[in-house]
Structure formats: structure tokens, C-alpha cells
């Protein structure tokens, strides 16, 4: 499995980096909506909207709402900080919620577990992602940004999976996800921490404002986001009866199974760059 996983995330990692560096802000706007489309037509699945003709209306909904979103912040290059900042501050707060409903799990259920309730789930968890990720391509250093983001992402998940698989002994969350552990979770801190100080130390002169104590923290939550975005999905799936969204990429499950750590970090990246001025 962990082979399967390398061979699916290797060339996946690789056309990505590629993207950031070479192709142009729109463009890469109009994958990362289709990639969010998809991403929407597999929440679909796990709202209860199982008739092709529900999953595309669903899709044209999350659809309509980024976009509608994107028109409210300013298009292109043209993105208001001053209306960007509530935008990705209540999706942040929205993330809140989650982490309440997880903890409190599975007596929450109540509060979220029909298909009205789980579509919305969805709208918020997918629409912020793609206009946070938006955002960030349209900023100073937008490859390296997004590079960083990604890092993060991969350097909890990463150091969570080896340090849960040799020490792990406390469930995190033994309700919603059995297999994460308070050891990993810690490991998966200890390597984001790290790569904060890589990340400081390599920083160019014009961002000398920037401390190593801003990065570090915005990476923590970052990561600490991750974290709770993975926990909510699982959180639905298990409502489900399902281990994966669907089993598009070999090794990973669905596009939801590897979208999910980034759909509640990068609008928690996108806010702690804003509040620490890059």
C-alpha cells in the first residue's frame, strides 16, 4: 500500500510543482476549479445525492458559489486584501465548528448528519479551498507560496505517518479516525517545525519582516488545520460506511481523501499570511 501510495503521489507532487512554477495564475485557477469539481461530485456521493442528475446540480452549485465568491474579492490580479481577509477568517471560523463536532462526535451528528446538512458541509469545506488557493496564486512569490503550502501539508501528514506507525499508542480521535494518534500528531508537529526553520532560513531580504516565530506559528496552525480537515471528512465517511470517497487515484482513494488536508488549510495559510503582513 505505502509502495502504491509513492508511485500515485510522486508524479502527482511532480505536475504539480510543474504547474506552480511554469503555468500561468488563470490557468492553474481553472484546473484547481475542475479539480474542485470532482472534488464536489465525490462530497455528493457522501451527502446522500446518489442520481446523476442530484451530483450535477451539485457540482454546478459549488461551482456557481467560487465563482460568485471570486467576482465579490475582485478578479485577476485586482483581489481586495480588505474583503479577502473576512472571507478566508470566516472559513477559518466555519473549521472551528468542525473541530467542535469532531470532538463531540458522534453525539454532533444530530446537528449535521442529513443531506441538507452534509451538502452545506460540503460548500464550505470546497468553496473557501478553491478561493483561498486562488488568492495565494495571485500574490508575491505565488510558486513559492503554494510550494510552502504544500510542504506543510506533507510534512504534518508525512511526519504523523511514521511517528504514529513506530510510537503510536494514543488514538486521537479513536471515534472518528482510530488509526491517527496523539504520537503521530505530535510527530507530524515536530517536522513542520522543522521545516519552518528551513523555510526562515532560505527567506530572500524583502521579507526580512517576517520572524521566525510568525512563520512558525502560521505553519503550526497550518498544519494543526490540516490535521482537522482529514478528521471531518473521515468524520462523514464513517456516517457513511465508507473508507474512501472513491477509488480514482490507486493508493489514495479519492480526490477528496488527499484534498481534504488542504481544503482546511489553505484558507487558514491565506488568513495567517494576511495577519502577518506578507
Same mark, same amino acid.
Given at each position: 500500500?505505502?509502495?502504491?501510495?509513492?508511485?500515485?503521489?510522486?508524479?502527482?507532487?511532480?505536475?504539480?510543482?510543474?504547474?506552480?512554477?511554469?503555468?500561468? $495564475?488563470?490557468?492553474?485557477?481553472?484546473?484547481?476549479?475542475? /479539480? /474542485?469539481?470532482?472534488?464536489? *461530485?465525490?462530497?455528493?456521493?457522501?451527502?446522500?445525492?446518489?442520481?446523476?442528475?442530484?451530483?450535477?446540480?451539485?457540482?454546478?452549485?459549488? /461551482?456557481?458559489?467560487?465563482?460568485?465568491?471570486?467576482?465579490?474579492?475582485?478578479?485577476?490580479?485586482?483581489?481586495?486584501?480588505?474583503?479577502?481577509?473576512?472571507?478566508?477568517?470566516?472559513?477559518?471560523? *466555519? *473549521?472551528?465548528?468542525?473541530?467542535?463536532?469532531?470532538?463531540?462526535?458522534?453525539?454532533?451528528?444530530?446537528?449535521?448528519?442529513?443531506?441538507?446538512?452534509?451538502?452545506?458541509?460540503?460548500?464550505?469545506?470546497?468553496?473557501?479551498?478553491?478561493?483561498?488557493?486562488?488568492?495565494?496564486?495571485?500574490?508575491?512569490?505565488? $510558486?513559492?507560496?503554494?510550494?510552502?503550502?504544500?510542504?506543510?501539508?506533507?510534512?504534518?501528514?508525512?511526519?504523523?505517518?511514521? #511517528?504514529?506507525?513506530?510510537?503510536?499508542?494514543?488514538?486521537?480521535?479513536?471515534?472518528? $479516525?482510530?488509526?491517527?494518534? *496523539?504520537?503521530?500528531?505530535?510527530?507530524?508537529?515536530?517536522?513542520?517545525?522543522?521545516?519552518?526553520?528551513?523555510?526562515?532560513?532560505?527567506?530572500?531580504?524583502?521579507?526580512?519582516?517576517?520572524?521566525?516565530?510568525?512563520?512558525?506559528?502560521?505553519?503550526?496552525?497550518?498544519?494543526?488545520?490540516?490535521?482537522?480537515?482529514?478528521?471531518?471528512?473521515?468524520?462523514?465517511?464513517?456516517? @457513511?460506511?465508507?473508507?474512501?470517497? $472513491?477509488?480514482?487515484?490507486?493508493?489514495?482513494?479519492?480526490?477528496?481523501?488527499?484534498?481534504?488536508?488542504?481544503?482546511?488549510? #489553505?484558507? #487558514?495559510?491565506?488568513? @495567517?499570511?494576511?495577519?502577518?503582513?506578507?
Amino acid at each position: 500500500m505505502l509502495k502504491q501510495r509513492i508511485l500515485t503521489a510522486v508524479p502527482m507532487a511532480g505536475l504539480f510543482l510543474a504547474g506552480a512554477y511554469w503555468l500561468p $495564475s488563470s490557468v492553474l485557477a481553472a484546473l484547481f476549479a475542475v /479539480i /474542485i469539481a470532482l472534488g464536489a *461530485w465525490e462530497w455528493a456521493q457522501l451527502a446522500g445525492l446518489s442520481h446523476i442528475r442530484s451530483k450535477i446540480l451539485y457540482v454546478i452549485l459549488v /461551482i456557481s458559489c467560487a465563482f460568485a465568491l471570486h467576482r465579490y474579492a475582485g478578479d485577476g490580479r485586482d483581489f481586495s486584501r480588505e474583503l479577502v481577509q473576512p472571507v478566508v477568517g470566516l472559513a477559518c471560523l *466555519w *473549521w472551528c465548528f468542525a473541530l467542535l463536532w469532531v470532538k463531540s462526535y458522534p453525539a454532533s451528528a444530530g446537528l449535521w448528519n442529513s443531506r441538507l446538512g452534509r451538502s452545506l458541509m460540503g460548500v464550505l469545506i470546497l468553496v473557501p479551498a478553491w478561493f483561498a488557493a486562488v488568492y495565494l496564486l495571485n500574490i508575491e512569490a505565488r $510558486s513559492a507560496v503554494m510550494v510552502v503550502l504544500v510542504l506543510i501539508v506533507a510534512a504534518a501528514d508525512i511526519g504523523a505517518y511514521f #511517528t504514529g506507525k513506530s510510537f503510536g499508542r494514543h488514538a486521537l480521535s479513536p471515534r472518528v $479516525s482510530p488509526g491517527k494518534t *496523539w504520537e503521530g500528531f505530535w510527530g507530524g508537529v515536530l517536522a513542520v517545525a522543522v521545516l519552518s526553520v528551513v523555510i526562515w532560513s532560505l527567506l530572500p531580504e524583502r521579507f526580512d519582516h517576517l520572524s521566525l516565530m510568525a512563520i512558525l506559528v502560521v505553519a503550526l496552525v497550518t498544519a494543526f488545520a490540516s490535521v482537522l480537515g482529514d478528521l471531518t471528512v473521515s468524520m462523514v465517511k464513517r456516517v @457513511g460506511g465508507v473508507k474512501d470517497s $472513491s477509488s480514482m487515484l490507486p493508493g489514495h482513494g479519492g480526490l477528496l481523501d488527499r484534498l481534504d488536508s488542504l481544503c482546511a488549510a #489553505t484558507p #487558514t495559510f491565506a488568513l @495567517g499570511l494576511l495577519m502577518v503582513g506578507f
